[in-house]
């Protein structure tokens, strides 16, 4: 199983700061986001793999229902060609109400994702693309520079539907923080035999005291409980109440022991990736401990 780091809410020069350290620290991925009023997604990505040399960098997630696929292909196709082998694309739909602010809420969620995949794949693969959907509109369009390998893309989804699309259209499929060990088992299972893989947000929170390290996720995961669109994800811990039992189902949390566990039940439950998200202002500091304390305690076995 990869082992990676995501971020996210920071000033992106914050967030080019941890880029090197990521690497320093052996793990194999760093992923940032692309969050309404954040930082630009491959203005960050790309600023990473230029401070980096090993590490792979993941998009997680890019909007389909905002960009011409045409355009999202170019810049996915220039990364690719600069760092071949190193740049990890995650698609979605987009969140409803983000979408709705921007004025750019499609008829179909559903259906601007899986056109735009299916075209954005063709495009790296250096088709000649012509496409007239409900939402996108390609009349023969080609990248004059397709990448030689195309990077893979998955689709970060939660529901049966997108997580079905998933399967059938993308590389892999991105599971948001908080999803229930049951959850993911049922997804990994339900891709067997696929070239598929499965990379698996979650929160970490890694402390010399285990009570400690749970106390900075209570807030995070009790409103995570109440979530509406995270029930099905949540599965039995949807409205449950807020106990170290359910932090410690839905969070890498408590001492690096603790931490080990749960990610090694994360890999039982069929996660090729697990990207954790360290505690907000503490991002170094969990970073080091998840390399000094954690890695060992799982390359031990």
Same mark, same amino acid.
């Given at each position: 199983m990869d082992l990676g780091v995501k971020v996210d809410n920071l000033p992106a020069e914050a967030m080019m700061e941890l880029a090197p350290r990521v690497e320093a620290a052996g793990l194999d991925e760093f992923w940032l986001i692309e969050d309404l009023g954040l930082a630009g997604g491959f203005t960050q990505v790309a600023a990473a793999l230029e401070r980096t040399r090993r590490v792979r960098v993941g998009l997680g997630i890019a909007p389909a229902a905002v960009r011409n696929v045409a355009y999202l292909a170019m810049e996915v196709a220039t990364l690719a060609r600069l760092h071949p082998g190193r740049f990890l694309m995650g698609v979605g739909h987009g969140m409803p109400e983000w979408l709705s602010q921007v004025g750019a809420h499609p008829a179909s969620l559903m259906a601007a994702l899986e056109e735009v995949t299916v075209a954005l794949r063709r495009l790296l693969d250096g088709e000649q693309v012509a496409f007239h959907g409900s939402h996108v509109h390609l009349d023969r369009v080609r990248l004059a520079h397709p990448p030689a390998v195309p990077p893979p893309v998955s689709l970060g989804v939660r529901g049966p539907k997108g997580l079905d699309l998933a399967r059938r259209i993308a590389n892999g499929t991105i599971l948001a923080e908080g999803s229930a060990l049951d959850y993911i088992g049922d997804i990994a299972s339900a891709a067997k035999g696929l070239d598929h893989r499965l990379t698996v947000f979650t929160w970490l929170s890694v402390d010399s005291d285990g009570d400690t390290a749970r106390a900075r996720l209570r807030d995070t995961?009790?409103?995570?409980?109440?979530?509406?669109?995270?029930?099905?994800?949540?599965?039995?811990?949807?409205?449950?109440?807020?106990?170290? %039992? $359910?932090?410690?189902? @839905? !969070?890498? +949390? &408590?001492?690096?022991?603790?931490?080990? %566990? $749960?990610?090694?039940? @994360? !890999?039982? +439950? &069929?996660?090729?990736?697990?990207?954790?998200?360290?505690?907000?202002?503490?991002?170094? +500091?969990?970073?080091?401990?998840?390399?000094?304390?954690?890695?060992?305690l799982l390359d031990a076995g």
């Open positions: 995961i009790a409103e995570a409980l109440v979530h509406p669109a995270m029930s099905v994800q949540l599965r039995s811990w949807y409205k449950a109440d807020l106990t170290d %039992a $359910a932090i410690d189902a @839905l !969070a890498v +949390a &408590g001492t690096p022991q603790d931490c080990a %566990a $749960a990610l090694r039940r @994360l !890999a039982d +439950a &069929g996660a090729d990736a697990v990207i954790l998200q360290p505690v907000r202002g503490a991002e170094s +500091a969990q970073i080091a401990s998840l390399a000094e304390d954690i890695r060992p």
